[in-house]
């Protein structure tokens, strides 16, 4: 799969190397993608840099991980071509990064991937990977026994079943907690944010609140 990254920071730059590794083909972008030339080197063939615009047409799905104050602006330029696409959104609410952008998405009833997404009319949206820390991504990856969850919301199955399949790729279980709006229940100050917790783990810990488990008890 071709995947557009959008952020070139810790995330995007783990992510890019593992689904690398699992043969997809990525760009990874940034307003200076001539400063990512060694990144791209070190990567090999299967990834290419450009600009955001650049990542957004190329990806059949795109990661979009840039801080949430980012979010608008990037929204106006690429909002056609995201439209109809998957994105998995890494983004949280930081108020001392973000300033009002961060008060303006926490205020979402729905969370900040919500309203992100509203900024972004058409795309196929989930929030992803933005509970586990990059170094755990890193290093915890195809761990053989119990492997770490990444829990996944979104209002598209279509979108669900890519981001679980790219979870997968990169050596970790994907954990479906629902509809978009559930994306507010793994941002930062809940009890799973933060913690690199087991699918299992999770699983334990959402309880009968995640989809997994509707459908585990509906075919029961």
């Known amino acids: 799969m071709r995947i557009g990254i959008i952020g070139a920071g810790m995330i995007g730059s783990t992510l890019a190397k593992l689904w690398v590794d699992a043969d ?10 001539d400063k990512l030339q060694s990144l791209v080197d070190e990567l090999g063939p299967r990834a290419s840099t450009g600009t955001p615009a650049d990542a957004a047409t190329f990806g059949e799905a795109v990661l ?8 608008p602006a990037l929204a106006r330029e690429l909002g056609p071509v995201l439209r109809g696409k998957v994105v998995l959104d890494t983004g949280n609410a ?16 729905r969370g900040s991937a919500s309203w992100a997404a509203a900024l972004l009319p058409g795309s196929k949206w989930v929030k992803a990977f933005n509970s586990v820390y990059y ?16 829990p996944l919301a979104s209002d598209s199955p279509e979108a669900l079943d890519i981001a ?11 954990v479906v907690i629902g ?20 699918a299992s783990g999770l699983r334990r ?16």
């Open 24 to 33: 997809h083909e990525i760009l990874i972008s940034s307003r200076h993608p």
């Open 64 to 71: 979009l991980t840039v801080p949430l104050k980012a979010v």
């Open 94 to 109: 930081y108020e001392q990064r973000d300033g009002d952008i961060a008060r303006e998405a926490s205020r979402n009833p």
């Open 135 to 150: 170094k755990t991504l890193a290093s915890e990856a195809h761990r053989p026994n119990d492997p770490v969850g990444i």
């Open 164 to 174: 679980s399949r790219l979870v997968r790729d990169a050596g970790f279980e994907p």
């Open 179 to 198: 509809d978009l709006g559930r994306g507010k229940e793994f941002e930062p100050g809940t009890s799973v944010y933060n913690t690199g917790m087991s």
């Open 205 to 220: 810990a959402f309880g009968g609140r995640s989809a997994e488990s509707r459908e585990q008890r509906a075919e029961s």
